[in-house]
């Protein structure tokens, strides 16, 4: 019972409810048009983190996330702003999103290139393609009949029609990763890239997937954000991918693969949603909010190490990988069990 209350986990869950009590000292906090806005605010970190989530998993990363939803949004306004249809937009959007995945696809999985290096690159060049496409313009005036997806809420609740899609991405994401074996495939490559490969894990074709569905992810994000802000521009969400990589890692992600959970990715964006809106509602500078956000990111870098002997203790997942390396063919996936079946 002790450990189960020790999971990082558990300490987010205090970590939220910590959040929201203070906030609802704050006037207007606890108001239903408030906490609409405190879940579509984080729509599109969320979908951009759970594109991440499945990536990091393996011990890689993908820091061009927001560069590709802002080149998207970028080729949204473009191809609105030349009387294309929006219907016609949207699966052109996706699929120049997916496009962009597969160019960091080729790069890591082919040419075995560090993700790291690849993905600051490409963060740069999509963003300058997207100042490419339209300088320093923005494009306006989407269609009204599709803004309300975008900005309102369900009739009657306070749940924003952004979210349902982001709890819909989120349970896709969560059945993945703790329900198939493409998941504890995830938490084998991680754990040991060619330990995984002996085991019979077709550790390229996962790797070159995952990048592809974090292009669309962000993809589907960029129509988001067009819509809600009605404003294409080629600075769309410029920095949010340290937000997502942040929101990743003090979910209890480790950046170096093999262990965490969605439910851990959740629970961490609820808890940074609200203290950006407790933030806001006290007027507090977007200077003092980056600097927040870059403590968050070293504290869930730094948790994971300060809790590593609890939690080693918890799942020993080292010694099973040392164990399948010396026997060639073993089952990376047999010790996995534990830490994937959290949701």
């Given at each position: 019972?002790?450990?189960?209350?020790?999971?990082?986990e558990?300490?987010?869950?205090?970590?939220?409810?910590?959040v929201?009590a203070?906030?609802?000292?704050?006037?207007?906090?606890?108001?239903?048009?408030?906490i609409?806005?405190?879940?579509?605010?984080?729509?599109?970190?969320?979908?951009?983190?759970?594109?991440?989530?499945?990536?990091?998993?393996?011990?890689?990363?993908?820091?061009?996330?927001?560069?590709?939803?802002?080149?998207?949004?970028?080729?949204?306004?473009?191809?609105?702003?030349?009387?294309?249809?929006?219907?016609?937009?949207?699966?052109?959007?996706?699929?120049?999103?997916?496009?962009?995945?597969?160019?960091?696809?080729?790069?890591?999985?082919?040419?075995?290139?560090?993700?790291?290096?690849?993905?600051?690159?490409?963060?740069?060049?999509?963003?300058?393609?997207?100042?490419?496409?339209?300088?320093?313009?923005?494009?306006?005036?989407?269609?009204?009949?599709?803004?309300?997806f975008?900005?309102?809420?369900?009739?009657?609740t306070?749940?924003?029609?952004?979210?349902?899609?982001?709890l819909?991405?989120?349970?896709?994401?969560?059945?993945?990763?703790?329900?198939?074996?493409?998941?504890?495939?995830?938490?084998?490559?991680?754990?040991?890239?060619?330990?995984?490969r002996?085991?019979?894990?077709?550790?390229?074709?996962?790797?070159?997937?995952?990048?592809?569905?974090?292009g669309?992810?962000?993809?589907?994000?960029?129509?988001?954000?067009?819509?809600?802000?009605?404003?294409?521009?080629?600075?769309?969400?410029?920095?949010?991918?340290?937000?997502?990589?942040?929101?990743?890692?003090?979910?209890?992600v480790?950046?170096?693969?093999?262990?965490g959970?969605?439910?851990g990715?959740?629970?961490?964006?609820l808890?940074?949603?609200?203290?950006?809106?407790?933030?806001?509602?006290?007027?507090?500078?977007?200077?003092i909010?980056?600097?927040?956000?870059?403590?968050?990111?070293?504290?869930?870098?730094?948790?994971?190490?300060?809790?590593?002997?609890?939690?080693?203790?918890?799942?020993?997942?080292?010694?099973?990988?040392?164990?399948?390396?010396?026997?060639?063919?073993?089952?990376?996936?047999?010790?996995?069990?534990?830490?994937?079946?959290?949701?």
């Amino acid at each position: 019972m002790l450990d189960r209350l020790l999971r990082w986990e558990s300490v987010l869950l205090l970590l939220c409810v910590g959040v929201f009590a203070f906030g609802s000292a704050s006037d207007g906090f606890a108001e239903q048009g408030n906490i609409s806005f405190l879940l579509l605010d984080y729509s599109e970190v969320a979908l951009l983190a759970f594109a991440l989530l499945p990536i990091v998993l393996t011990g890689e990363i993908d820091l061009s996330v927001a560069s590709t939803l802002g080149f998207c949004s970028a080729l949204t306004g473009t191809l609105w702003d030349a009387g294309m249809s929006f219907e016609t937009i949207v699966p052109l959007v996706v699929l120049a999103g997916v496009a962009l995945g597969s160019v960091n696809a080729v790069l890591v999985v082919r040419f075995g290139l560090p993700s790291l290096a690849v993905t600051i690159g490409t963060l740069g060049l999509y963003r300058g393609l997207a100042y490419v496409l339209l300088g320093d313009r923005a494009v306006t005036g989407f269609p009204e009949n599709y803004r309300p997806f975008a900005t309102d809420s369900i009739p009657g609740t306070f749940l924003p029609y952004a979210t349902v899609l982001v709890l819909f991405v989120g349970a896709v994401i969560a059945v993945l990763v703790h329900k198939t074996t493409v998941g504890r495939s995830l938490y084998a490559i991680g754990l040991g890239k060619e330990t995984a490969r002996f085991s019979g894990i077709r550790v390229d074709r996962v790797k070159f997937a995952l990048y592809l569905l974090s292009g669309g992810l962000a993809a589907v994000a960029s129509l988001i954000y067009t819509l809600r802000y009605n404003s294409a521009r080629a600075d769309n969400a410029n920095g949010m991918e340290l937000v997502a990589v942040a929101a990743v890692l003090l979910g209890g992600v480790s950046i170096f693969g093999g262990r965490g959970t969605v439910l851990g990715v959740a629970t961490a964006l609820l808890a940074m949603a609200g203290l950006r809106n407790v933030l806001f509602l006290d007027d507090v500078s977007n200077e003092i909010q980056n600097v927040i956000t870059g403590l968050l990111l070293i504290l869930s870098v730094l948790v994971p190490v300060v809790f590593k002997p609890r939690r080693t203790k918890d799942a020993p997942l080292e010694p099973s990988v040392v164990d399948a390396e010396r026997r060639p063919g073993a089952d990376a996936g047999g010790e996995l069990r534990r830490d994937h079946q959290g949701v």
